[in-house]
């Protein structure tokens, strides 16, 4: 069976095609960066119009590349929320005609549940039950999951997002959208021990909070300032290798008290924060000190991708009858999903 996937609830066109049995035959993944960049964040309507120039070259394209054609195709799988109205339905309106025409399904996929499944595409796939911790732009959760649909929220973030705390400190150190990546490359040079930063949270239940962290941060950048308000290269190295310690510290407690507290033996890496270096390494370190084995999808499958929608589309095909829908979800809560069967 072959599942086109097709992610666009943000900024990221994102095609796949996942053939049962093979894997991921061909991808592509189209970034908006350079479109939002001068505005310092997402422009909803922008996003939406360059969705709609992308989507149908990037699905011929990954079919030529899968050497395929639109009649090879099984299921059409799209993302149909959480996200942008206007991103959503230009992925769920091209997809649902196109599986229309083909007299094929069209399978409406949990953006989340894409990130959460991802790590079962790699070759080292995990077995169920795990917990995952789900980082991204925005969310933060902690969930253990017991199989496709079976999740249970154990664990959130009650403020900010990680990756919009990532992103909010990286503006405040004057480095473009989107800032995560570019903050995690400007710590590695920095000295994680030089600004003792706040911890919120950190020993005390599974919930998380990062707007106190990103407060501090942004009085540590004022009082560090020259007299014409600059700040020195060194200073802006330490202020992020500071924040992300205090942001991989704080994640890794609450993975290990999740550990503990749920008995799971598997922890699940998933979403865009997921791709940081110094966090991957941490959870790895906290696996062998606990005896968990720890699973991490490869960066690019981390962040948003058409794949990760694809294989969420695959999982969820038998529950999906009749002609296609649009369906699209600005918000959805993800422990409303149910399993397939
Ligand atoms: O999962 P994702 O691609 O999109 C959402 O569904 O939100 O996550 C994007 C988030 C952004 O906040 C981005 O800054 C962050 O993930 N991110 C990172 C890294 N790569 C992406 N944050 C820290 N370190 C990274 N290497
Ligand atoms: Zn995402």
Not at 78 to 90: D, E, H, N
Not at 223 to 250: I, K, N, P, W, Y
Not at 263 to 287: D, Q
Not at 310 to 337: H, M, N, Q, S
Request: net charge neutral; charged share 20%; glycine share 10%.
């Amino acid at each position: 069976m072959r599942v086109l996937g097709v992610e666009t609830s943000c900024d990221e066109t994102g095609v796949a095609l996942y053939e049962a049995g093979a894997g991921i035959r061909a991808e592509r993944l189209a970034s908006q960066i350079d479109l939002h960049a001068a505005y310092g964040g997402v422009v909803p309507e922008l996003a939406s119009r360059d969705h709609i120039a992308k989507l149908l070259p990037m699905i011929e394209t990954v079919l030529a590349e899968a050497k395929l054609t639109l009649r090879d195709l099984d299921a059409i799988a799209y993302t149909a929320g959480p996200g942008l109205i206007g991103a959503l339905l230009v992925g769920g309106s091209l997809s649902s005609s196109l599986a229309y025409a083909l007299k094929i399904p069209a399978i409406p996929v949990h953006h989340l549940e894409g990130h959460l499944l991802a790590c079962m595409l790699e070759e080292s796939a995990p077995e169920f039950p795990f917990l995952a911790l789900l980082v991204s732009g925005g969310h933060s959760q902690l969930i253990d999951v017991a199989g496709v649909g079976r999740y249970r929220i154990i664990g959130e973030t009650l403020d900010d997002a990680a990756g919009e705390a990532f992103d909010k400190v990286a503006r405040l150190l004057g480095l473009p959208y989107p800032g995560g990546p570019q903050l995690a490359a400007l710590a590695e040079g920095g000295d994680p021990r030089r600004f003792a930063l706040p911890r919120p949270l950190k020993n005390q239940g599974l919930d998380m909070s990062f707007s106190g962290l990103k407060t501090a941060v942004h009085l540590t950048i004022d009082s560090c300032r020259g007299a014409h308000g600059e700040l020195a290269d060194a200073v802006r190295a330490d202020v992020a290798a500071s924040f992300q310690a205090a942001v991989v510290d704080t994640l890794t407690a609450k993975c290990r008290r999740a550990l503990e507290t749920t008995g799971l033996t598997r922890l699940v890496i998933a979403g865009g924060v997921g791709a940081n270096r110094a966090l991957r390494a941490s959870l790895s370190e906290l696996g062998r000190l606990v005896g968990a084995r720890v699973y991490y999808p490869r960066p690019a499958l981390c962040t948003d991708n058409g794949a990760m929608i694809a294989y969420a589309g695959w999982c969820r095909r038998a529950a999906v009858t009749g002609a296609p829908r649009i369906v699209a979800k600005p918000r959805w809560p993800l422990d409303e999903l149910t399993p397939p069967e």
